[in-house]
Structure formats: C-alpha cells, structure tokens
T-cell receptor, first 114, second 108 residues
C-alpha cells in the first residue's frame, strides 16, 4: 500500500547513544515533517522539509538533525539521546505545506531512552 | 500554553449515545483539520474545513467551523465502538498546529 513507512517501530536507547529514525514515502509528496507526541502535549513539530535539499526547524528542534537528499526519504537523527527524548515519533508527508493539504502519517516509532 | 485547546480531554460513553468535542483558540485559522488516531497508529485525516460557518458531514460525524474561524466542533451521532480513538484538531496559521486531543472510548 502507498503511504509513509517508518522504521523501526520500537527502539530502546541508552543515554548518549545516537540513532537514525527512518521515514520513506512513495506518494511523490514534496512536504515532509517530523513530529513527536507526548501525553497532554499534542503533536509538536521537530523539523520539516518543503522539498529535496531544503529543511527547516520546527518548534522543538534541539537534539535532532535532518537531511533530505531525495524526495522519498526524510531521516531523523538523534545526536546524543537524552531521557527527555523518550516519546513517540511520527513522520508525515503532504503534497505541499499549505493550508489546503492534508497530512499522511506513518505508524510511528516509540523511542525509550534509559 | 497550546494554540489549540481541545475539550473534553477524555470521554467514555455507551454505544448509541451522541457526543460533541470541541477545538478552541484565540487565533484565526486559514483552515482547520480533524484527525482520528487509533492506538499504535498515526493520525488519519477525517476532514478539512476552510470557510467560517462551514459544516461538513462524514457519515455519522458532523464537523463545524466557527463563524470567526477560531474554533470547531465534531459531533458524532449514535457512537459505535469503532469510533474509539484520539481525535485531534489542527489549525493553520502559517503551518499546522495540533491540539492535544480528545480520547474517546465507546463501550459496547
């Protein structure tokens, strides 16, 4: 099925470790974004991209890096994991970043940092 | 402080009951979206409303955008267990901001 694929589904990291969360979409969407979801906080934007080679910060970018070398892929890198980064991470894509476009979300990565 | 406040936070009802959940803000939105999220999955888009006062229906779900485009409501008629999930609203002033959601549990 076409959509957004995230891997892994679950991950446990030790404090200070680094890792990459993978996100791929096969809908030729230009806009891709990463959110984290924490209880009572809603979905908060980490980073986003409006096309290959273009990325920008959202509201909670500290501790995370992104790159967008192809239209399809948008990996999220945790540089040095901290317990505060324990969360559920969602990748989303859209035809564009405007008000009239809906997002397609992946099924999420549940990350625990111990 | 979140841009969008959703209420109630939790709602547990019996199958067949009607319910309304709310999404409120002091900001004006170009559009507002509603998503439903099931446990272990990502949110799925239900509807986008754009015009003040707009009403959209999706089977038993009725969505309304406030006249001033600052708030929205979702009404479910004759709720079913399959309606169980987290309902999120998202408003667009420059980019989409999400509320923290209403967690709905419909008991058989």
């Amino acid at each position: 099925n076409a959509g957004v694929t995230q891997t892994p589904k679950f991950q446990v990291l030790k404090t200070g470790q680094s890792m990459t969360l993978q996100c791929a979409q096969d809908m030729n969407h230009e806009y891709m974004s990463w959110y984290r979801q924490d209880p009572g906080m809603g979905l908060r934007l980490i980073h986003y991209s409006v096309g290959a080679g273009i990325t920008d910060q959202g509201e909670v970018p500290n501790g995370y890096n992104v790159s967008r070398s192809t239209t399809e892929d948008f990996p999220l890198r945790l540089l040095s994991a901290a317990p505060s980064q324990t969360s559920v991470y969602f990748c989303a894509s859209s035809i564009g970043g405007g008000w009239n476009y809906g997002y397609t979300f992946g099924s999420g990565t549940r990350l625990t940092v111990v | 402080t979140q841009l969008l406040e959703q209420s109630p936070q939790f709602l547990s009802i019996q199958e067949g009951e009607n319910l309304t959940v709310y999404c409120n803000s002091s900001s004006v939105f170009s559009s507002l979206q509603w998503y439903r999220q099931e446990p272990g999955e990502g949110p799925v888009l239900l509807v986008t409303v754009v015009t003040g006062g707009e009403v959209k229906k999706l089977k038993r779900l009725t969505f309304q955008f406030g006249d001033a485009r600052k708030d929205s409501s979702l009404h479910i008629t004759a709720a079913q267990p399959g309606d169980t999930g987290l309902y999120l609203c998202a408003g667009f002033p420059g980019r989409f901001y999400f509320g923290s959601g209403t967690k709905l549990n419909v008991k058989p």
